[in-house]
């Protein structure tokens, strides 16, 4: 199992003007990402509906922490504002992508409907530590694992799997769409299997999506 969902993920809190930084890296089973009304109004959002590609940009954006969460620089001696940034610093051979459609609080509880767009093959490249050091000119060794990457497709993945649900929190209910041999798709709906066309799967609301690598020859 950890060897098919889990990878590294980079987080690189940034809080001085003398580049004061701080790197850590944690493992990933999967990538929670946001659908509700915040990601709508992201930049890349198109109206009412978003793609998993506008939802991972959302995801690795630098985010700035505000006064309530100053940290001490130890040069400095003075408490600054910081920023976080969340990059994937490796990717797993099956990718898990996890829709947040559901919200609880001590108020109410209630599901996004947000229509999210999925592709049949996404490139992960752009979310990458790699390609973020790159970006803002940082080592020059991250341009050739870019470039390794880019040349030999090993950031591209391919969709085989997705848990969608429909109806309200109250009364939803589950169905998994999975890809066979020869591309051939299949609706699970409880004990009914039926073959499902590729717009259909990409069509329904997608909770869970599962990815694998195209090219599998570095494992």
């Known amino acids: 199992m950890r060897l098919i969902y889990c990878a590294a993920l980079q987080l690189i809190l940034d809080w001085c003007s003398f580049r004061g930084v ?15 009304q915040e990601a709508l109004l992201s930049p890349s959002a198109d109206g009412p509906h978003i793609s998993l590609e506008d939802c991972l940009q959302r995801y690795i954006r630098p985010e ?30 099956v990718a898990c992508f996890h829709l947040k459609r ?9 599901k996004m409907d947000t229509k999210v ?15 973020r050091e790159r970006s803002i000119g940082h080592e020059k060794k991250s341009n050739s694992v870019v470039a390794d990457a880019l040349t030999k497709n090993r950031n591209k ?38 073959r499902a066309p590729i ?12 990815y694998h690598k195209s090219h599998l020859d570095y494992y």
């Open 199 to 210: 717009e259909t799967v990409l069509a329904s609301e997608g909770y869970l999506l599962f």
């Open 157 to 194: 993945y391919e969709l085989f799997a997705v848990v969608s649900h429909d109806g309200t929190m109250e009364s939803g209910h589950y169905t998994c769409f999975i890809r066979h041999q020869h591309n051939q798709w299949f609706q699970c709906d409880d004990q009914i299997i039926s």
């Open 22 to 36: 701080s790197t850590t890296v944690d493992p990933y089973w999967d990538i929670s990402l946001d659908v509700g």
């Open 64 to 93: 700035q922490l505000g006064s309530a969460a100053k940290i001490k620089c130890a040069r400095c001696e003075t408490y600054e504002e910081s920023t976080k940034q969340l990059t994937l610093k490796t990717l797993p051979m």
């Open 117 to 131: 767009y999925y592709p049949q093959f996404i490139d992960m490249t752009p979310f990458t530590t790699a390609y």
């Open 102 to 110: 559901f919200e609880h609080n001590s108020k109410h509880r209630k």
